[in-house]
């Protein structure tokens, strides 16, 4: 039997001044975002957000900037209140000079206009297992990589998990939230 993915898309941001690959989850795409492609542009221009403004980023975390990040998008239909709220999950990527080395890893979330430590959230929930199996696989395949370019251009195969569509997106400028 052939297992379905729960990632509908894959989204290469390599251009980013953060080079980004943004994964969109199943979990309430459609009824928070109005489907995958809505969600991805939301995610697309946080991540720019976050590049060329991440002041607010910065001093929730500590951290000056990244190598490169990986975003999770999706939608929570389960939020306090019954308020179906917009989620991206982050994991920022550090200390890779050395290509490839070790990386240093920062988690955080983005919950409807809010940045948040994985402590602060008040659900308890700090991802799910869909993403901890990509987080693994994307750096088991980073670590076979020459450079953070080409690993940027070149996505892993995620075997049951692999998104049935994956695009590339050069840099463009951010635009307000909605």
């Known amino acids: ?38 969600a ?35 939608g929570d239909i389960r939020a306090p209140r019954g308020i179906n709220q917009r989620v991206i999950d982050f994991f920022g990527f550090s200390g890779t000079e050395i290509w490839p080395s070790n990386p240093d890893v920062t988690a955080w979330v983005y919950r409807e206009g809010l940045f948040m430590l994985r402590e602060d959230i008040a659900t308890g929930d700090t991802t799910c297992g869909d993403t901890l199996i990509m987080l693994g696989r994307e750096e088991e395949h980073r670590r ?31 635009q307000p939230l909605a």
């Open 1 to 38: 039997m052939e297992q379905t993915s729960s990632f509908v898309m894959r989204a290469n941001l390599p251009e980013m001044p953060i080079p980004c690959r943004v994964y969109v989850h199943q979990a309430g795409v459609d009824d928070v975002f109005g489907g995958p492609e809505k």
């Open 40 to 74: 991805l542009s939301y995610t697309e221009n946080l991540v720019r957000i976050i590049s060329e403004e991440h002041i607010e980023v910065q001093d929730l975390l500590d951290q000056d900037t990244f190598d490169y990040l990986i975003a999770v998008t999706w």
């Open 144 to 174: 076979t990589t020459p450079s953070l370019e080409h690993y940027m251009l070149n996505p892993p195969y995620l075997r049951g998990l692999e998104p049935p569509k994956t695009i590339t997106r050069t840099n463009k400028k951010a």
